[in-house]
């Protein structure tokens, strides 16, 4: 089951596209990311073969950041989601949990208290623990106090839905409002 946009759309507006080469081709090399691990594209490690990246590596476009990104998400973060989550979910919520699995790796999701809360069906607490994955590189980071936030306003909303319910479609974005994930989102929520 795939995500929801939403939850993909969450997951590229924060790892966003980076390190543009500056040449106007639109293509991005190589960077470290601030737990100083070699990234491409929209927060990718390694490549389908499983090679990780490495900073020598050449540049990519962004259809090939996708497509990265895509089977990253697809191959990996959701069967790990499925393997390790025992209860029914929504996809909104199922979609939280993928990005998180995204940025902080499926072992860390594995071994977490944000997991054994999720199983438990104590969905008071997650927000809570979503809140202490704010370090990279040994320091807090604004970027992910602000992603923890995102993913777990978007699990709550889940919960609030219920297991079983669909997600409603996206609205059209009224002109003028903010094309950002934050601002899709909340049209979305407020309808």
Not at 24 to 47: M, N, Q, W
Not at 78 to 101: C, I, K, M, Q, T
Request: charged share 25%; glycine share 10%.
């Amino acid at each position: 089951m795939a995500i929801p946009r939403e939850a993909l759309d969450l997951i590229k507006e924060f790892e966003g596209y980076l390190k543009q080469l500056g040449d106007g081709s639109g293509r991005v090399k190589p960077y470290l990311c601030p737990a100083r691990v070699a990234t491409i594209g929209y927060g990718s490690t390694f490549y389908e073969d499983h090679r990780k990246v490495q900073l020598s590596d050449p540049p990519i476009t962004r259809p090939r950041a996708e497509a990265l990104l895509a089977f990253e998400v697809g191959q990996i973060c959701e069967p790990a989601v499925d393997r390790y989550v025992r209860v029914p979910l929504h996809p909104l919520a199922r979609g939280a949990l993928v990005s998180f699995a995204f940025n902080c790796g499926t072992g860390a999701l594995k071994s977490s208290t944000l997991l054994k809360r999720v199983n438990a069906g104590r969905w008071d607490d997650v927000p809570r623990e979503f809140s202490k994955w704010r370090m990279g590189g040994g320091v807090v980071l604004r970027g992910l106090v602000r992603r923890r936030a995102a993913e777990a306003e978007m699990f709550m909303t889940g919960v609030r839905l219920g297991p079983q319910a669909a997600a409603p479609p996206l609205p059209t974005r009224p002109p003028g409002t903010s094309p950002t994930w934050w601002g899709r989102f909340w049209t979305w929520i407020t309808g």
